[in-house]
């Protein structure tokens, strides 16, 4: 939903900011979700995440900056290192459990715990992205129906489309244990079918050492309530208390994007405020509503970090639709038909009588397709058609 830039503050600390898409920007759901993100991220703080220096929900492009964490994802450092071993694996779980515990300590949800939103800091893993997080105690922003999140990781809950608690954090922690020991808890192909897997299947766990197999297979049990928390977890994963060791190197800040002297990354502002409060950054790239005053520094390339997967499901026993970064997809017990983007010229719905949704699909071709959906209630429609607009526009 948004871009990521690295810069600095005025004192040379290097800063993650994250800058929202400004077609995004006037929808009021979207800020309110932005709103969340922020109250999130400085809720939990310490050293399970990136501390927040500074934020403007509020601004013409709402942005967030916070401390930049240096070292890889954990999905870039399997891939450049291969599966971890049993005494690793356990040493991941232990700290992403007391991150979990952490979190959830502040009444959240993060709802979107996967191998790229975790950076695998020299002082063990900080949880990243709290973009789709939750407080356990909303109302409009807990409504039921939309699979926020990362298929593979979703639990059967999330996919469903229904309320989430805690406990679906668990069952992502488990999913990306299994990825870290080199496998895959629900296989691979297209986000509906990793979905379906996740609600109607049994995890795969082959690539998981044997010691570590019934800690997981809790992790990722089908009901909540069979999952164990976050506290139980650190029992399972770390008896007897370790040393963490990330990587054999963490890399530093990229050379090529950040200075390597201080510079003023933003206009001259009160010492304590290392953001502007009312315009966003001037970081490596131009941001989408430019500022006044010329980029300290030239553009470059965004900085990496984490990038909102969202996913929308309604879902009921014989129809769903899917709507993603590849595209919509139409399932039924009969037919399975999916357009990516490219093809697609509109997407509309709307309601119909006895709770159903509707949704078209027009095709440059001139050919169109429908899927209807019924909703187990009236609210929950009302939410799919608030939620869908939001949707499009992240991927339009």
């Not at 922020?38 to 601004?59: I, S, Y």
């Not at 990330?246 to 009160?270: L, S």
């Not at 405020?273 to 950054?281: G, R, T, Y």
Request: charge should be negative.
């Amino acid at each position: 939903m948004g871009t990521v830039y690295l810069a600095r503050s005025r004192g040379g600390r290097p800063v993650a900011v994250k800058v929202a898409r400004p077609e995004l920007a006037t929808d009021p759901h979207f800020r309110a979700r932005f709103r969340a993100e922020v109250v999130a991220a400085r809720r939990v703080g310490g050293f399970h995440t990136a501390p927040v220096v500074d934020a403007d929900p509020e601004a013409e492009a709402p942005w967030l900056a916070t401390a930049y964490i240096p070292g890889p994802t954990l999905s870039a450092l399997l891939a450049s290192g291969g599966p971890m071993d049993e005494e690793r694996l356990r040493q991941l779980g232990a700290a992403l459990a007391e991150a979990l515990a952490a979190i959830h300590g502040c009444g959240l949800v993060h709802r979107d715990l996967k191998p790229g939103n975790i950076i695998m800091a020299a002082d063990g893993p900080r949880v990243l992205d709290f973009g789709i997080a939750r407080a356990m105690e909303s109302t409009r922003l807990t409504s039921t129906g939309m699979a926020f999140g990362t298929p593979g990781f979703l639990a059967p809950e999330q996919a469903m489309g229904e309320g989430v608690t805690g406990a679906a954090d668990v069952f992502a922690l488990g999913a990306v244990l299994v990825a870290a020991a080199g496998g895959s808890a629900f296989g691979g192909g297209t986000p509906m079918g990793l979905m379906y897997r996740a609600v109607h299947e049994s995890a795969d766990l082959s690539a998981v050492p044997p010691g570590l197999r019934p800690a997981l297979l809790a992790c990722l049990a089908k009901d909540p309530a069979e999952r164990p928390g976050p506290e139980a977890l650190l029992d399972l994963f770390a008896p007897i208390p370790g040393t963490y060791a990330p990587a054999d190197a963490v890399p530093p800040p990229p050379v090529d994007a950040v200075p390597p002297a201080p510079v003023d990354a933003f206009p001259v502002q009160p010492p304590m405020d290392a953001v502007p409060p009312s315009l966003p950054p001037t970081a490596l790239a131009p941001p989408p509503f430019p500022p006044a005053y010329p980029p300290a520094y030239p553009a470059a390339a965004p900085a990496p970090g984490p990038v909102d997967d969202v996913v929308f499901t309604a879902t009921d026993a014989t129809s769903a639709v899917l709507i993603d970064a590849d595209g919509v997809a139409f399932e039924s017990d009969v037919r399975y038909f999916q357009f990516g983007w490219d093809r697609i010229s509109s997407v509309e719905y709307g309601a119909a009588p006895q709770k159903y949704l509707w949704v078209t699909v027009r095709l440059h071709d001139g050919t169109f397709h429908q899927q209807a959906v019924r909703a187990r209630r009236a609210s929950l429609l009302r939410t799919w058609l608030q939620d869908l607009p939001l949707i499009i526009a992240c991927f339009r």
